[in-house]
């Protein structure tokens, strides 16, 4: 079985600031690690993704994140947040084994940026 | 190009009447998933569809909901006598070989 942890149900952080989104998952095989953003009354919109490679992942709007193996983690980071990326956030997983297999999601992070 | 399209965007129906979801995917994307996210439930997943493989029923909450896919492309997620419990936000995906799924923008079932 396949499951993903978002601990915080919301992070707020000042315009400017850094930005960490913490995901912590768990598969019986390799992971496929995704990350998703939400904007209100919208579909997620695909962040990245960590298939095989280096740890570090960039995607779209300045996102990254880091696959570290030893923690199970899949943290989204950015380094000067912007009020338009309030919104929430989902990590997911699948596991290699199951390349077409769902996804399973995280709860969500609801991020609050303050100008 | 164009993104996965769900209809009709907003859905309100009374208790105990069936109701008929559409999603077009991506065209040349051979998996197909449908998800529901409701509130304090996050997202589930509720089947998907690859190719002309039968598809993985595993999510779907009852035997009310049924889904089905014609010539491998659009499909369709059938609610049957619905119920309150049933409301919720209802998200199509499709996904080519070995990559991101990508989301269509939902459908907000709403069950009076």
């Known amino acids: 079985a396949q499951s993903v942890a978002q601990p915080e149900d919301q992070v707020n952080v000042a315009e400017g600031n850094p930005l960490t989104v913490k995901c912590t998952y768990s598969?019986?095989?390799?992971?496929?690690l995704f990350w998703y953003v939400q904007y209100p009354n919208r579909g997620l919109q695909f962040l990245l993704k960590?298939?095989?490679?280096?740890?570090l992942v960039k995607g779209s709007y300045g996102f990254e994140a880091e696959f570290n193996k030893s923690q199970t983690s899949f943290h989204l980071k950015k380094p000067s947040a912007l009020v338009s990326d309030s919104a929430l956030y989902f990590c997911?997983?699948?596991?290699?084994?199951?390349?077409?297999?769902?996804?399973?999601f995280g709860a969500g992070t609801q991020v609050v940026v303050t100008p | 190009g164009a993104g996965v399209s769900q209809s009709p965007s907003n859905k309100v129906t009374e208790k105990g009447k069936d109701v008929e979801l559409r999603c077009d995917p991506i065209?040349?994307?051979?998996?197909l998933y449908w998800y529901r996210q409701s509130l304090g439930q996050g997202l589930e997943f509720l089947i998907y569809?690859?190719?002309?493989?039968?598809?993985?029923k595993s999510g779907l909450p009852s035997d009310r909901f049924s889904a089905e896919r014609t010539g491998g492309s659009v499909s369709t997620l059938t609610i049957q006598r619905t119920q309150q419990e049933d409301s919720a936000v209802y998200l199509c995906?499709?996904?080519?070989?070995?990559?991101?799924?990508?989301f269509g923008p939902g459908t907000r079932l709403t069950v009076l």
């Open positions: 995906a499709s996904s080519p070989p070995y990559n991101e799924q990508f």
């Open positions: 960590y298939i095989t490679g280096d740890n």
């Open positions: 065209s040349g994307h051979t998996a």
């Open positions: 598969v019986s095989g390799n992971p496929y």
């Open positions: 997911a997983v699948r596991d290699s084994t199951d390349s077409w297999g769902k996804l399973q």
């Open positions: 569809f690859q190719g002309n493989s039968a598809p993985d």
